[in-house]
């Protein structure tokens, strides 16, 4: 409701450009969405929308930490348009908070982005089947195996529902990899019955020489 309400706002009154402050009737005005760093061609499996390089930094900070939650409806409508879908899959599992983490935040911002991707694409959506049950370390900072350290055994899942055959993981950002590959382990753990067909990685922006290091 809070969203809408904004929405409806910004349609009637313009508001500054969250980047350049031009008068514009969106989050972001037109000539700074020409110049974001879009991200090239994707993988088969991994679906990205922008490198991770200014001025997109500044705009996950906005919307995990400033509670700018227009902004991330925005971005994940962005998101929503640049996706492929060359097979529909059965389920959409964004990367989960620690409840004290959620606690402090109050929302999850990858859940919030997956909701608008799963309702504009008509595939379902679970953020409750697997959690995080490790309070980590803030991952800035840390080296790449440093953040695998600090998240192995991080998520948990006790039972993978039968018809969970093709999954997305969704997250924001991805980093290093570390963080996908530990929840894609953690689904597999769970996997006793060989189920799992392919697995799938959406995210708003990644450093893109690091998705080498996904294993999906």
């Given at each position: 409701m809070k969203i809408a309400?904004?929405?409806?706002?910004?349609?009637?009154?313009?508001?500054?450009?969250?980047?350049?402050?031009?008068?514009?009737n969106a989050p972001l005005c037109q000539t700074c969405i020409q110049h974001l760093p879009y991200a090239p061609k994707p993988a088969l499996d991994i679906q990205i929308l922008f490198t991770y390089e200014y001025p997109i930094p500044?705009?996950?900070?906005?919307?995990?930490?400033?509670?700018?939650?227009?902004?991330?409806?925005?971005?994940?409508?962005?998101?929503?348009?640049?996706?492929?879908i060359r097979q529909k899959p059965d389920i959409i599992l964004p990367i989960p908070l620690h409840k004290a983490r959620l606690r402090q935040r109050g929302y999850n911002q990858t859940v919030e982005i997956a909701k608008v991707i799963a309702r504009d694409k008509n595939i379902p959506l679970d953020y409750k089947h697997c959690v995080k049950t490790k309070s980590t370390r803030q991952q800035v900072g840390l080296s790449k195996q440093e953040r695998q350290e600090n998240l192995r055994d991080a998520?948990?899942?006790q039972t993978l529902p039968p018809h969970w055959q093709s999954i997305v993981i969704l997250d924001d950002v991805v980093t290093t990899g570390s963080t996908i590959n530990e929840f894609a382990r953690t689904l597999l753990k769970a996997d006793k019955n060989h189920q799992i067909k392919r697995i799938e990685v959406w995210a708003c922006a990644a450093v893109i020489s690091n998705l080498i290091n996904i294993k999906t």
């Open positions: 309400f904004k929405q409806f706002f910004d349609q009637l009154f313009p508001q500054p450009c969250f980047l350049c402050h031009t008068l514009t500044h705009l996950i900070h906005a919307i995990k930490y400033q509670n700018n939650l227009v902004l991330l409806n925005y971005l994940a409508k962005l998101l929503a348009q640049h996706i492929q998520f948990e899942l």
